[in-house]
């Protein structure tokens, strides 16, 4: 038995207008139009497809020209979809932003490329520039952050800011009150492969204490610089709710500076090149980078 296909235009009766054509009723008697009313001919009722057809509000409605077929004819949107998309676009256009600058440097490579960005005018000065020191970083970079970045940010007007983590709460012990592991370690499973466990250094030694010197400060809403390169957009955190008080900015995404661009400018501008930055003892690091740290 063949299945029943549903027709490709709606039926008149769902078009919203009323086809006075005479009908037959289950008793086998003839409805005749009202008096007054002359019969709407099956073409017009057919190709009368305005009173029924609607566009949705949302201009990024997937449906072609935003057409969508409706009952009512106050239907403001094709699918609940579309509604709940409008309002959180207007939600987040309805927040202001905050209007001062912070901008967290960890030592690296990105970060100096912002404070070059910084020192030669292609960003605006920011109103706070911090460093959480963990008391896990490396002798060099350490070295690389009093001897450069300080002086050549002192030149623009910034004040580099080197907080200790210990200092605003941080608890700097690699395993929690839980026996989990802070740190980025590995594991070898029973069946072969090695597998990643999960990471809570830099939220806890990094971001929270971060967050409490700011507030120190009298900071609660800021824009938050964070130096990720554009060949690392997979690292960006989707926010599902917008946040009135910290909003993340990616300089080096928005300007397209890669890693290697990153380098060529701050050779082509004469600052020494940093160091990977990264704790002493983290697991995230390559044999030359163990073999250095040794000798």
């Known amino acids: ?3 029943l296909r549903k027709p490709l235009w ?11 054509r005479s009908q037959t009723t289950r008793h086998g008697r003839s409805k005749q139009p009202p008096s007054g009313l002359s019969p709407m001919p099956r073409e017009a009722a057919w190709e009368d497809t305005s009173r029924m057809m609607s566009i949705c509000e949302n201009t990024a409605c997937p449906r072609p020209h935003g057409l969508f077929e409706t009952r009512r004819r106050k239907t403001r949107f094709c699918s609940r979809r579309c509604s709940n998309q409008l309002s959180a676009m207007r939600r987040r256009e309805s927040i202001t932003l905050p209007s001062e600058i912070v901008f967290a440097c960890g030592g690296g490579v990105d970060s100096t490329a912002i404070a ?10 920011p109103d706070v520039a911090v460093m959480m020191d963990c008391g896990y970083e490396s002798t060099r970079t350490m070295q690389y952050v009093r001897n450069v970045l300080w002086d050549r940010l002192a030149d623009a007007g910034v004040t580099l800011h080197v907080v200790s ?25 029973d069946n072969g492969p090695i597998v990643k466990l999960r990471t809570w250094c830099n939220s806890e030694w990094k971001q929270k204490p971060c967050r409490r010197f700011l507030r120190s400060m009298g900071l609660s809403r800021y824009i938050n610089w ?9 690292r960006i955190k989707a926010c599902k709710k917008p946040s009135r008080s910290r909003v993340r900015k990616y300089p080096l995404i928005e300007h397209g500076w890669t890693r290697e661009r990153c380098i060529w400018e701050l050779g082509r501008a004469g600052w020494p ?6 704790c002493i003892m983290c697991p995230n690091q390559t044999d030359d980078r163990w073999r250095s740290s040794r000798d």
């Open 1 to 3: 038995m063949h299945a």
């Open 226 to 234: 964070v130096g990720l390169s554009a060949d690392e957009t997979r």
């Open 10 to 20: 709606p039926s008149p009766r769902r078009l919203g207008g009323r086809s006075h």
């Open 165 to 189: 983590s210990r200092e605003y709460g941080a608890d700097l012990s690699c395993v929690d009150h839980k026996g989990l592991i802070r740190i980025p370690a590995f594991r070898k499973r």
């Open 273 to 278: 090149l940093p160091v990977r930055s990264s």
């Open 116 to 125: 070059l960005m910084v020192c030669q005018g292609l960003l605006p000065k």
